[in-house]
Structure formats: C-alpha cells, structure tokens
T-cell receptor, first 113, second 115 residues
Framework: GIQVEQSPPDLILQEGANSTLRCNFSDSVNNLQWFHQNPWGQLINLFY???GTKQNGRLSATTVATERYSLLYISSSQTTDSGVYFC???????????????FGAGTQVVVTP | DTEVTQTPKHLVMGMTNKKSLKCEQHMGHRAMYWYKQKAKKPPELMFV???????INESVPSRFSPECPNSSLLNLHLHALQPEDSALYLC??????????????FGPGTRLTVT
C-alpha cells in the first residue's frame, strides 16, 4: 500500500511562532487532506488539497503532487493550535476502491503560552 | 452544513454486552465510513458503505457488525467485545462518485471502554 510519512513527529512552539509540517507520500494520490485532531478527539478538516496552495486564516497548505509532498504552515501560533495534525491521502488500491483514506502517523503540536 | 453526529459520546460495556454506536449525516453524502483509533495512533479504516451497500470490510472481526439503514444513518453493532477493542470509534462521510475520491468529514467520535 501507499506510505505516508509526516515530520516532525513532535513540535513544541511558543505562542506567536511560525512552523511548517511536512507530509511525504510514496505514490500518486487522488486527493490529500490535512486534519487537526483536538484534545477531545474531534478531527477537524483543515484543507482538501490534492495540488496547489490554499490559505485559511493563519493556516496555509501547499501540495506538489509531482514531487509527492505537502506542507502545512502555521503562522502566529496560538495555544488552541495544540493537538495532532494528520495528513491523509486517498488512493485506489488493487480492488479499485475510491474511498481508502491512508493517514500518516501525525505531528503532535504543543503551543505554550 | 458539514456536520456528522455520533452517539453516544462515551460508552462503557462489559464483554458480554450488546451495544450499538450511531452515526448520522445530513449532507446528502452517499458514502459512509467507520474508523477505529487507538491512543497515539492514526485512525484505521474498518468499513465503507457506498449507496447503503457494504463496499469494504477491512478484515474486521465479526463481533463488529455494521448496518446502514438509509443514506443518512450508519450503525455499528457491538457484541462480545474484548478489552483490546477499547478505542475511539469515528464515523465519516463523503460524496460518492465512481472512480473519484472526495473530501471526508468526521464525527466527534464515541470513546468506547470494554471492561
């Protein structure tokens, strides 16, 4: 199956700092999503970004599909940004499923006041 | 509205109990999913329903039994679970078009503890 690698595994930031999270994937994908999982377990959709660049407030993401990576930028971090950030890709395994979302291991982010 | 709801939020059950988890979406999505997430791990796919038919079963033990009564509802029936089945169970939905993948939206999850 497809491999999805996220880096770094852990990140500690002081409030107000900027950071970049990376997601590498081993094969062609149909789409790519970034999620934030808050401490209560809710997975919040951040970006649906199979290619190109998108921005939403202090967050932005870039996917370069031809080079098989995506980046998530957090600017002016706040304590509410703490949690786990997951990259997930959708691909078509051998049985032709279009719904197989493969997650990376995640990046644990802690923002300190 | 991009909301998927799940009930209950928390569930504690004994190994001989039978219980059900419920998931609902009103976005008109025709694909619905169950995921299992253990602590400090990413979600793992369990089942996929497409147009109310079971499309994928990721070799899940028969003590987990999914059901899709209609296009908005997804249930997961639990019976004779083991303590290692304790986890966060997440439901998701997406639009469904043959051969094309769409954005998945997740519910808040049910935190299950098996005693």
């Amino acid at each position: 199956g497809i491999q999805v690698e996220q880096s770094p595994p852990d990140l500690i930031l002081q409030e107000g700092a900027n950071s970049t999270l990376r997601c590498n994937f081993s094969d062609s994908v149909n789409n790519l999503q970034w999620f934030h999982q808050n401490p209560w377990g809710q997975l919040i959709n951040l970006f649906y970004i199979p290619s190109g660049t998108k921005q939403n407030g202090r967050l932005s993401a870039t996917t370069v599909a031809t080079e098989r990576y995506s980046l998530l930028y957090i600017s002016s971090s706040q304590t509410t940004d703490s949690g786990v950030y997951f990259c997930a890709v959708t691909y078509s395994p051998a049985y032709g499923s279009w719904g197989k979302l493969q997650f990376g291991a995640g990046t644990q982010v802690v923002v300190t006041p | 509205d991009t909301e998927v709801t799940q009930t209950p939020k928390h569930l504690v059950m004994g190994m001989t109990n039978k219980k059900s988890l419920k998931c609902e979406q009103h976005m008109g999505h025709r694909a619905m999913y169950w995921y299992k997430q253990k602590a400090k791990k990413p979600p793992e796919l369990m089942f996929v329903y497409s147009y109310e038919k079971l499309s994928i079963n990721e070799s899940v033990p028969s003590r987990f039994s999914p059901e899709c009564p209609n296009s908005s509802l997804l249930n997961l029936h639990l019976h004779a679970l083991q303590p290692e089945d304790s986890a966060l169970y997440l439901c998701a939905s997406s639009q469904a078009t043959s051969g094309v993948s769409y954005e998945q939206y997740f519910g808040p999850g049910t935190r299950l503890t098996v005693t």
